[in-house]
């Protein structure tokens, strides 16, 4: 299984609070992803990053920020939790044209 | 706009039966397709196909892939129970973005 972890597995908080969810990543990869599933999306993407420092927008990225300050490590943080951010959310590495590993996932109530 | 279409959303068998799983997709700068298994928790890598006309297998699953009509299938022989899950295509454009389907929800009864 490749090195890939994410903290925490299980979630509940509040509306308005802030969340931050971490990827943790052994395998050296240049890319990292934040992706969320819902029943009957799939998943979609939150954003990427293709270096340290190096992020982007994916195409669900409103009310997410994203920060990668080392290569193993890629945060995504909730700014201000709402309802709708209730999901499953995936972290996902690749290294470049290969096929993308993910994580456990981090499943989030927001109350 | 990029996108990839897998069908049927859902399929029920029994054990023993052969199913065939369907990906077709309209992606700029096709790189390749890969297949998934989800059960209740991460996907999980199956296959990566990048050529056309050559099957991949790994015990009782097979692809291929036809970068001429832009679609793959996923086959699986003689199903069994632990093949319940849902099948996620994706296709890699370039070098690292990843355009997934909604999935295959497959349920294979005893």
């Known amino acids: 299984d490749a090195g890939i972890t994410q903290s925490p597995r299980h979630k509940v908080t509040e509306t308005g609070t802030p969340v931050t969810l971490r990827c943790h990543q052994t395998?050296?990869?240049?890319?990292m992803y934040w992706y969320r599933q819902d029943p009957g999306h799939g998943l979609r993407l939150i954003h990427y990053?293709?270096?340290?420092?190096?992020?982007d927008k994916g195409e669900v990225s409103d009310g997410y920020s994203v920060s990668r300050s080392k290569t193993e490590d890629f945060l995504l943080t909730l700014e201000s939790a709402t309802s709708s951010q209730t999901s499953v959310y995936f972290c996902?590495?690749?290294?470049?044209?290969?096929?993308?590993?993910f994580g456990p996932g981090t499943r989030l109530t927001v109350t | 706009e990029d996108k990839v279409v897998q069908s049927p959303l859902s399929l029920v068998v029994h054990e023993g039966d052969t199913v065939t799983l369907n990906c077709s997709y309209e992606v700029t700068n096709f790189r390749s397709l890969l297949w998934y298994k989800q059960e209740k928790k991460a996907p999980t890598f199956l296959f990566m196909l990048?050529?056309?006309?050559i099957e991949k297998k790994s015990g009782r699953l097979s692809s291929i892939l036809d970068k001429k009509e832009l679609f793959s299938i996923l086959n699986i022989t003689a199903t069994q129970t632990g093949d319940s899950a849902i099948y996620l295509c994706?296709?890699?454009?370039?070098?690292?973005?990843?355009?997934f389907g909604t999935g295959t929800r497959l349920k294979v009864l005893a």
């Open positions: 990053s293709y270096g340290v420092k190096d992020t």
């Open positions: 990048t050529s056309s006309g």
């Open positions: 996902a590495i690749s290294a470049e044209g290969y096929e993308q590993y």
């Open positions: 395998e050296n990869h240049r890319y």
């Open positions: 994706a296709v890699l454009s370039g070098t690292y973005k990843y355009i």
